[in-house]
């Protein structure tokens, strides 16, 4: 999918919401729990209420590895099973991943080859090498960790040069010598909206992925001021609070008046910056 | 498994050989390609062979991965094989994993409940709470990358504060105020051995593991010399020199005599270091 089809999709949909495929067994509703996959089932119910307001589905892949085998086969009958049903829809494979240059080869080989996503996050501190090898696929997007929305993010991506420059400027940055906004996108949390504009000086046009609204505190509200582009350029997530909001048979339904809730806020944020 | 016990296993086998199981299916031995599962049959065998000169083993998990449910088979087989044939090696999960703290914990579970890996390595960029999940299991390690092996260990690695402290440096010291010796070793690549002398002034104790050597160009006696400590503090990684030595029937036969001379070789470092 090339970035103007995402920005035609948004505009269509009034939306530029990513819901979060953070499926853990655990919380799978009991009325599922029977079925011979649960993990899918529930993810076909979700994706099946929810995709008319939705832009991007993300499964984080921790939530189908802690499974094992039966995990991954959960988590390749979804991919298919969206791409084939919703062909629209932008996928994200939050995987975290970077390896060294042979190794980083077959991991975006899984992703983007084995499996049919449309990006895959990455986590910088490997360097180059560790991510070009997800670059060479025509219309993938590497999204690159930059300022992400947990406590942690403190420990090390403020770290700070001796010019002020701190690390996940210093990874965006050089990050824009290895590819343009037709390949790479970042993470920046939305509990770090106080950062969007200085984020937003270094590069304008690309695409952010935003987790942390919702279970996490930021404000949507705040994202979208600071951090909206020509393009709409934010696909904003949120995982738990409409796939977990209700755990009885109604899951799906509950889960769907969430997402419609979150895209109608989106679509007035749309029409402010008169985006459609 | 304790690091004293980590430490009797290298004195009793007068080695502290890992061998990398990046096992890539294109490169398995033709002979084995129409078994039911080649990659699986190919680590069993490069088992059998090399274990008893190899203090542990690190599957680096991209080359199953990029095979989806059934790359999974084969390293959940491969694990179990290990564990139950050979207890006293270390098996290291090359994952390089690290996530908020909700996903890591999934992650942990993954490697440490779901599969029996002795120790994960993990990307140190988001910060704490996306390592502590890992830190919670008696007798298993968190590998923290600090100085990769790659070119692009350069991009960002050495960033460095206004007190000349590099990013690599801060990482380390600040994971120290995490956990002890007895959970956290640490990646530190053979490429970069002039870098040991002051990587061991911040942990004289801690094990290091140290890809690099062969493939990549890194000298051994260059990394004991610069390296060791009084536990041996070194697990040495080789993986394309011993694996992919041969492509003939007698693959594992070569991959014995590979893994055998670097043993060798590691024992004269030992008794050298009077550790034997």
Chains 1, 2 share one sequence.
Not at 58 to 79: D, H, M, Q
Not at 226 to 253: E, H, P, T, Y
């Amino acid at each position: 999918m090339t970035v103007s089809e995402l920005f035609e999709n948004i505009r269509k949909k009034r939306s530029f919401l990513c819901v979060g495929l953070d499926s853990d067994i655990a919380l799978i509703p009991d009325c599922l729990k029977d079925m011979e996959d649960p993990v899918f089932e529930f993810n076909r119910n979700i994706i099946e209420y929810t995709h008319s307001y939705t832009i991007a589905y993300k499964p984080n892949i921790a939530f189908y590895e802690c499974r094992g085998a039966s995990g991954w086969i959960s988590l390749e009958k979804t991919v298919a099973y969206i791409r084939s049903n919703y062909p629209d829809i932008f996928i994200i494979a939050d995987a975290k991943r970077g390896d060294i240059g042979n190794t980083s080869n077959m991991y975006a080989q899984a992703f983007f080859k084995y499996m049919d996503f449309d990006a895959v996050t990455i986590a910088p501190y490997m360097g180059e090498d560790s991510i070009s090898p997800f670059l060479a696929f025509p219309n993938k997007y590497v999204i690159l960790l930059a300022l992400t929305s947990n406590k942690g993010a403190n420990d090390f991506q403020l770290f700070e040069n001796i010019s002020g420059e701190r690390l996940f400027e210093r990874v965006i940055k050089q990050s824009l010598t290895w590819a343009g906004n037709d390949r790479l996108m970042y993470v920046v949390g939305a509990t770090k909206a106080e950062m969007f504009l200085d984020i937003r000086k270094l590069i304008p046009e690309h695409f952010l992925l935003v987790p942390g609204v919702g279970a996490q505190g930021g404000s949507l509200q705040e994202v979208a001021k600071k951090g909206m582009n020509n393009s709409c350029g934010l696909l904003v997530n949120s995982s738990r609070a409409i796939i977990f909001a209700d755990s009885s048979q109604n899951f799906a339904i509950v889960a769907e008046t969430k997402a419609k809730e979150i895209q109608q806020e989106m679509g007035e944020l749309l029409r402010e910056h008169k985006l459609i």
